[in-house]
C-alpha cells in the first residue's frame, strides 16, 4: 500500500526554518559568551602597582644570587680558610663554603627567597637548575654534565667554584612608566622602560608578566 506525502504550505516550512535558524544562533550566542566574552578584564595598574614593584625590586636579590656573583664565599686558600679549617687540607675543591655573615645558610633559605619573589611555574625550573643540576648532549653520543650551583653540606652551604656571572649588572626600572597591556583576572603583562647602570642613556622596554596564584600576584618573567 503507498503511502500518501502530506504536502507542508510554503509557509509553514518557512516559519519552521525560521524558529530552528533563531534556535541554532541562540545556541552559538551562549557558546560564544561562555567561551570568549566571559574573559574578565585585567586588574587595574593603582590595584597592582605596589605590589609589582616589590616584587621587580625584591628579584634583585634573586637574581644576584643566581645568575650574578652569587652569595659570597670563604675564599679557598684565604686566612679565614686556614683558621677556620674550612677545607682542611683539600686540593682541587669544586665547592666553596658560603660566608657565615650571609643571610641564607641553608638551601630552603634560597628557595623561600625565589619563592616569595616568582610564580610556581617559573621558579621550580630556575630553582631545578640551580640546585640540582643538569645534563645535555654535547655531541657524538656523548653527554655534558652540569653540577648544581649550590649544595648543602652538614658542614655548610657551598656555592659551586664553575658558578658564573651570568648577569653582571642590575636591570633598573621607570616604574612611572608602567602600564598593563594585557591579561585578565589571573595574569597580567605591564612595559615599562629600563635601563643598565653602565648606560643610562639607553632606555630599553621590557614586558614583565605576573601571576595571580596561592591568593596573591607572583612574577613569572624573569626581570634582568
Known amino acids: 500500500m503507498r503511502k500518501t506525502r502530506t504536502k507542508v504550505p510554503l509557509k509553514m516550512r518557512r516559519t519552521t526554518f525560521k524558529k530552528a535558524a533563531a534556535a541554532g544562533l541562540l545556541v552559538l550566542l551562549v557558546l560564544a559568551l ?6 574578565t578584564p585585567p586588574p587595574d595598574l593603582a590595584v597592582v602597582y605596589g605590589r609589582a614593584v616589590d616584587l621587580i625590586e625584591q628579584s634583585h636579590e634573586v637574581n644576584v644570587l643566581l645568575f650574578g656573583a652569587g652569595l659570597p664565599v670563604i675564599p679557598y686558600g684565604s686566612l679565614e680558610a686556614e683558621w677556620g679549617m674550612v677545607y682542611d687540607g683539600q686540593e682541587n675543591i669544586s665547592y666553596q663554603r658560603v660566608s657565615q655573615q650571609s643571610s641564607y645558610q ?5 628557595q623561600e627567597a625565589v619563592e616569595r619573589v616568582y610564580a610556581k611555574a617559573y621558579r621550580d625550573s630556575v630553582l631545578s637548575l640551580m640546585l640540582n643540576g643538569y645534563m645535555y648532549p654535547s655531541g657524538d653520543g656523548e653527554k655534558t654534565v652540569v653540577t648544581a650551583d649550590y649544595m648543602e653540606k652538614t658542614t655548610g ?13 642590575t636591570r633598573l626600572y621607570i616604574y612611572t612608566t608602567m602600564r598593563i597591556v594585557s591579561g585578565d583576572s589571573t595574569h597580567f603583562t605591564v612595559q615599562l622602560d629600563s635601563y643598565l647602570p653602565s648606560s643610562p642613556e639607553e632606555i630599553v622596554q621590557v614586558k614583565l608578566s605576573f601571576l595571580f596564584e596561592e591568593g596573591d600576584w607572583y612574577l613569572n618573567s624573569p626581570t634582568y
Open 106 to 110: 641553608f638551601l630552603a633559605d634560597i
Open 34 to 39: 561562555a567561551c570568549g566574552c566571559s574573559k
Open 157 to 169: 652551604l657551598f656555592l659551586s667554584t664553575r658558578h658564573g656571572i651570568l648577569i653582571p649588572e
